[in-house]
C-alpha cells in the first residue's frame, strides 16, 4: 500500500501562485508515475498532469500548459505541483495520484492510491 499527503492549498488571488506538495508513503517503491488531478464543484475529475517518478515524461493539460509545473523529489519521495498565474477557474480540490499508468495516466481508474485532496480558491 501507499499513502498519499497532499499539502499547500489555500486562497490566493488571480494571478498568484501556489504550490502542492505531495507526500508518499509505504510502498513508493511501487509507484511509476504520479499525477494530480483537479474537482470542481458539481464537475467530474478533472486530469491536470503526470509525471513518471523518476522525473521524465510530463503530460499537461491544455487548460494549465505554460502556467503548472509537476516535479518529484525521490529522496523524500515527494511530488510537487507548482502553480503560476492562477485564474479563478483552477478553483477546485486538487488530488494527487500515484500507481503504474496504463496509458498517458489522464483518467483517474488509471491510478490506485489517492490522496485526501487540498482545496484551492482563486479569487477574482
Known amino acids: 500500500q501507499v499513502q498519499l499527503v497532499e499539502s499547500g492549498g489555500g486562497l490566493v488571488q488571480a494571478g498568484g501562485s501556489l504550490r502542492l506538495s505531495c507526500a508518499a508513503s509505504g510502498r513508493t517503491f511501487s509507484i511509476y508515475a504520479m499525477g494530480w488531478f483537479r474537482q470542481a464543484p458539481g464537475k467530474e475529475r478533472e486530469f491536470v498532469t503526470k509525471i513518471s517518478w523518476s522525473g521524465g515524461n510530463t503530460y499537461y493539460a491544455d487548460s494549465v500548459k505554460g502556467r503548472f509545473t509537476i516535479s518529484t523529489d525521490n529522496a523524500k519521495a515527494t511530488g510537487y505541483l507548482q502553480m503560476n498565474n492562477l485564474k479563478p477557474e483552477d478553483t477546485a480540490v486538487y488530488y494527487c495520484?500515484?500507481?503504474?499508468?496504463?496509458?498517458?495516466?489522464?483518467?483517474?481508474?488509471?491510478?490506485?492510491?489517492w490522496g485526501q485532496g487540498t482545496q484551492v480558491t482563486v479569487s477574482s
Open positions: 495520484a500515484a500507481g503504474r499508468p496504463s496509458g498517458l495516466g489522464r483518467f483517474p481508474y488509471e491510478y490506485d492510491y
